[in-house]
Nanobody
């Protein structure tokens, strides 16, 4: 199972970015999908999560500004980020919980990370 994340970049404060993460490989089923971020010198933290049934959860720091969504047909999770602030700067990682074909175990898979820099 491979995850390919894209959409990061440099943006001014108040700007917007949309991150995408697509899973590929021998996937039987995907349950949770989510985004995490790691700022320089800080621990990785959860940004937003979405369950297979469509429920979502966003960190307090991004509520009202970020929106997570998913396209199950494309095995893709998105993160729409609006009103970006300098403190949103960091490497953003996607994660899925999935079962591979031929397996019965739910496993977490991580993407390679995409850098978001919010600066004027």
């Amino acid at each position: 199972v491979q995850l390919q994340a894209s959409g990061g970049g440099l943006v001014q404060p108040g700007g917007s970015l949309r991150l995408s993460c697509t899973a590929s490989g021998s996937i039987f089923s995907i349950n949770d999908m989510g985004w995490y971020r790691q700022a320089p010198g800080k621990q990785r933290e959860s940004v937003a999560q979405t369950a297979s049934g469509g429920g979502t959860n966003h960190a307090e720091s991004v509520k009202g500004r970020f929106t997570i969504s998913r396209d199950n047909a494309k095995n893709t999770v998105y993160l729409q980020m609006n009103s970006l602030k300098p403190e949103d700067t960091g490497v953003y990682y996607c994660k899925i919980r999935a079962i591979r074909l031929g397996s019965s175990l739910w496993t977490d898979y991580w993407g390679q990370g995409t850098l978001v820099t919010v600066s004027s």
